[in-house]
């Protein structure tokens, strides 16, 4: 007896109606899809002509409807090669913080005085590397922690101490312009030329232990603060002793002097007192006639462009820091 089909009529009838509405769902189903399709291209199609009308209009700003959905596009070569220089900068910071991070303190003594100070090692190795060759290896000092720092006084110590601490330094000519005192020229004398002498000092330590940018703040400062006044024999005195010959230091106490010693109103202070004391400081008057003499050949009329504290370009006066 042959085997009959395992549906039946009525079952035949059920599957075939189910296949039916199957195939009705993914027909509704494909016509969404290709609707919803149409209407994203054109949706895309009219903003991007929005956009680059936008951007012609706008300074290249695009401007998205606020129901918009946000497209991002990642310039992965771009990324990726940004990715090393942030690695080296991170690591460049890094190496800037680690010795503080387990930071040793150094004794430093002073010329002319008895008592010492703790600084931190960290902090006098990231201002010069002169400071990371005494307190590294096996020199004395790094091993015993000790440094000692010939002609620096306290005044000038607690001056390079406090330009550590806050990368900068007093503003000079505020600080004598407010403890001026009106009618006593002497005490304004002597507090402009202990100024004076402050930087001339904070220079020359600058300069042995190869601190360039502290180099050419404290040139700045000087500068400025002589433009308020003139340079006594005194000072004018301490920079020929203080600094090497030919320093820029040298250059801009010299030029100053023979500005104002050309100059009516300031041609007083250089009486014969002045000479004299100058006369005992080795090649000062050599310089100062060599620059006058300069002047006198070159016409000067010793106007304000002459002066070294007033020159609009005062470049020549400081030191390369790199």
């Excluded at 190795?125 to 006084?153: I, M, N, W």
């Amino acid at each position: 007896m042959a085997l009959d089909h395992p549906f039946d009529a009525p079952a035949k009838h059920q599957l075939q109606q189910v296949l039916d509405f199957v195939a009705l769902k993914t027909d509704i189903n494909d016509q969404e899809l290709n609707t919803q399709s149409s209407a994203t291209g054109s949706w895309l199609e009219d903003e991007l002509n929005i956009n680059a009308l936008d951007s012609s209009s706008q300074n290249h700003e695009t401007t998205l409807s606020p129901t918009s959905p946000i497209i991002f596009a990642h310039d992965h070569a771009t990324i990726e090669a940004m990715a090393p220089k942030r690695k080296s900068e991170f690591e460049e910071f890094e190496k800037t913080t680690k010795p503080f991070l387990g930071d040793e303190l150094v004794t430093v003594t002073l010329d002319g005085s008895s008592s010492s100070h703790k600084v931190s090692k960290a902090m006098l190795c990231h201002a010069s590397p002169y400071f990371v060759k005494a307190l590294s290896g096996s020199f004395k000092q790094a091993r015993e922690r000790t440094l000692r720092l010939p002609g620096c006084d306290e005044d000038t110590f607690k001056l390079f101490i406090g330009y550590l601490a806050n990368n900068r330094l007093p503003d000079y000519t505020a600080a004598y312009e407010a403890s001026m005192s009106p009618g006593d020229e002497t005490a304004t004398d002597k507090l402009h030329t202990s100024f004076q002498d402050q930087l001339i000092n904070l220079w020359s330590l600058a300069d042995a232990y190869l601190m360039p940018s502290l180099q050419n703040k404290a040139m700045r400062q000087f500068l400025q603060l002589t433009a308020g006044g003139t340079i006594l024999a005194g000072t004018a005195s301490l920079a020929y002793e203080k600094t090497a010959d030919g320093s820029v230091m040298r250059q801009a106490v010299v030029g100053e002097c023979v500005n104002d010693y050309a100059t009516k109103t300031l041609a007083h202070c250089f009486n014969e007192v002045w000479f004299k004391r100058m006369g005992t400081v080795q090649s000062f008057f050599y310089d100062f006639s060599k620059t006058l003499a300069a002047c006198s050949t070159n016409n000067c009329d010793h106007d304000d462009s002459h002066s070294p504290s007033l020159m609009v370009d005062q470049s020549r006066y400081m030191v390369p820091e790199s």
